[in-house]
């Protein structure tokens, strides 16, 4: 498939949906936006000024962690009581985001209740319609038996219909997030099928390969699920999970492998060499420019950029087009129930926001 074609493809499907504007509780599948705080002080800045609300189902309001004792951390400047309004006034439902010292919750036994107060007390007085739990990752027998009694725990604070409840999980489906006796609990799932590159791997890898490389001459970081594909056969096939209750991942940066100078090219003090950069202010601007060639991979069916003159540097990242199709798979090919994305800012240019465009387009029910 040529890239050519490829765009082809996007634009057709964009522009026979492009009269579509429905409001999101009219949309026919998901749409979840990861909304940190502190985008609000980013250049450019990024607020609920910015969030087209209309394009949007759920959004994930991230920054507020806590303490082994259960105790909430919310940062200065966390709160923004236009999020909630716009987003309520568009029937979209706003969820706190909760990360933290999960392992923190097995040294006391006062821990789990004295955090499930403060929630419902913090959540009540915000109008919060509900949690994601964000723990990366429980990878003991505790562990697991904690995330079981953190989910239960939670259901019954925040119970059905009036609170959402849903919980960020690795590709790979590690048996530590307890499947069988959590699901039936989580109103859904949220698969983060990215970071498949980065500092942490010895290669230059892609962040978010939609399809598997059988040529890829490393593991994927986050191996097994190491593609968009082969996480949806994982939850599906092996964890019995409902697609309905799953929604795909996608990247709204990438990753600046500034000593490599080729796909799967060893990458010399990746530690230190490896850049996260946004899609919005710096990636987009290099593509097919600047000294940047785009490529996009035939296999994997995502982009990445090399220098035009041969010099070092690799940027594995994602564009409108991969990532529309990432979206229009996953929410129609293999029928989950919607996509997320880390995270609004990430794809903010002062004045567009193009891979959210692509993503609202690619959720549109098919003519």
């Known amino acids: 498939m040529q890239y050519s074609v490829f765009a082809a493809f996007f634009l ?6 492009a009269q579509t504007a429905a409001l999101p509780n009219q949309l026919p599948k998901r749409l979840i936006a990861d909304y940190g705080y502190w985008s609000r002080t980013q250049t450019p ?43 309520h006034n568009a029937g979209v439902k706003v969820m706190l985001l909760l990360g933290g010292d999960f392992t923190g919750l097995e ?13 419902r007390s913090f959540i009540k007085e915000n109008a919060y319609d509900g949690l994601d739990i964000d723990w990366e990752y429980p990878s003991t027998t505790l562990d697991e038996q904690t995330f079981y009694a953190l989910m239960e725990a939670l259901r019954d604070a925040f119970p059905r219909p009036k609170y959402i409840l849903s919980a960020d ?85 990438g ?53 035009s003159d041969g010099s070092p540097g690799f940027i594995t990242y994602d564009d409108s087009t991969s990532t529309f199709y990432r979206v229009w798979y996953s929410d129609w090919q293999r029928n989950l129930g919607g996509s997320w994305m880390w995270s609004l800012d990430a794809d903010y240019d002062g004045s567009s926001q193009d891979l959210l465009e692509a993503m609202f387009q690619a959720s549109q029910k098919p003519k």
């Open 107 to 119: 040294t006391s036994t006062a821990a789990l209740p004295n955090l499930i107060a403060n929630l």
């Open 169 to 253: 999980v690795p590709p790979w489906g590690p048996p530590q997030y307890d499947f069988p006796q959590v699901a039936p609990i989580v109103d859904y799932y949220n698969l983060l099928t990215f970071d498949c590159a980065g500092p942490w791997t010895d290669d230059a890898q892609f962040n978010s390969p939609i399809f598997p490389d059988p040529n890829n001459p490393e593991p994927y970081e986050c191996e097994p699920g190491g593609s968009i594909k082969e996480a949806i056969d994982i939850y599906l096939t092996q964890l019995n999970i409902p697609p309905a209750k799953l929604n795909i991942g996608t990247p709204f940066y």
């Open 255 to 307: 990753y600046f492998y500034r000593n490599v100078s080729a796909l799967y090219g060893a990458c010399k003090n990746c530690g230190n060499s490896v850049l996260t950069e946004n899609y919005g202010t710096w990636i987009k601007q290099r593509i097919n420019a600047k000294g940047w060639y785009s490529i996009l991979d035939q296999v994997t069916l995502v982009p990445y950029m090399l220098r």
């Open 45 to 87: 800045p990024y607020s609920s000024d910015q969030i087209p609300f209309q394009k949007l189902t759920h959004i994930n309001h991230a920054g507020v962690g806590f303490d082994a004792g259960g105790n909430l951390t919310v940062p200065t400047g966390f709160l923004e009581p236009d999020l909630l309004t716009k987003a």
């Open 12 to 17: 057709i499907a964009l522009n026979a949906s």
